[in-house]
């Protein structure tokens, strides 16, 4: 096998050895295929390249000190897929099947699973397709469903740390009452454009105002919002935000460490007034916000070169939960690999 320096890799895609597939036909699901080619035979009127019919979900195999392989909140990930799937007329994985096609593809692939010296994680990248031909704009009659893995890279290269995000008002990732709060890839078609003007701004990425009034915070790129003030944990609440998982594990964790949640509207105005602030998701569980940009106002709300005390007790207790090194209270781990 090619010799691969784990701690030097990025969030990108390597081959591994194996995904696992499985296909909705005649209103049922069928067997689990393990496959080692990494293309799939598509119609090319499927429904899921014209016309969106497509979800998916990100999550990751934790290597851990222990030895063992666990998942976190893998359960979450399957629910979520569901609701998805309700929104695009797709049919619904059933959570135990999620699950045990998880569990199999990151056993299958036990040699790219990346040691927690390496910083690095095993990235498992579930996808829902519609695949049979349709013209007209109706949902196709068969689906496929995948799970590859590929190894990604540590987040913070450099020990965590905190970057700026610049507000974006010309372009918005989703309607108010639109696909935002489903994990489809149509959203992230429609933040592109303003995620590479952020970049090539220097920003670490594009910071998004509700699509309707641009009054209050929505969310940071493909990330949710955080900020912190008076040992509060606060988080916007809106009709287009994705649900986080890490998200809501960090608001269970906050209230386990004595503070005080709150997931209401957040107005834009109410940035000013907190003393820490992040982005949070599976890559990078809390990317602190050193200071977030308004370019048309001119305003600059700051938070901070480096990653608050708070930011940082919030990270380290959900890393340690996700490599067996902090107590689960909550039995948000499996361990897939004794
Ligand atoms: C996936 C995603 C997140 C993060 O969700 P996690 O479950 O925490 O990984 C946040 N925002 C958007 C838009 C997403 O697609």
Redesign the pocket.
Known sequence: MEELDWSKLGFGYRPTSYNVRCYYRDGKWGEIEVCSDEYIKLHMAATALHYGQEAFE?LKAYRCPDGKVRLFRVEENAARLQRTADATLMPQVPTERFVEMARKVVRLNQQHIPTYESGATLYLRPLLIGVSPQVGVHPAKDYLFLIFVTPVGPYFKGGFSANPYVIIRDYDRAAPLGMGTF?VGG?YAASMRANAIAHSKGYASEFYLDSKEKKYVD?CG???FFGIKNNTYITPKSTSI?P????KSLMQIAEDLGMKVEHRPVPEEELESFEEAGA???AAVISPISHLDDLDTGKVYAFGDKPGPWSTKLYETLRGIQYGTVEDRHGWTSVVIE
């Not at 986080?244 to 998200?247: C, G, P, V």
């Open positions: 990100g994990k959203n969310e493909a990330a949710n994705l986080s998982i890490t998200n949070c998701g599976t």
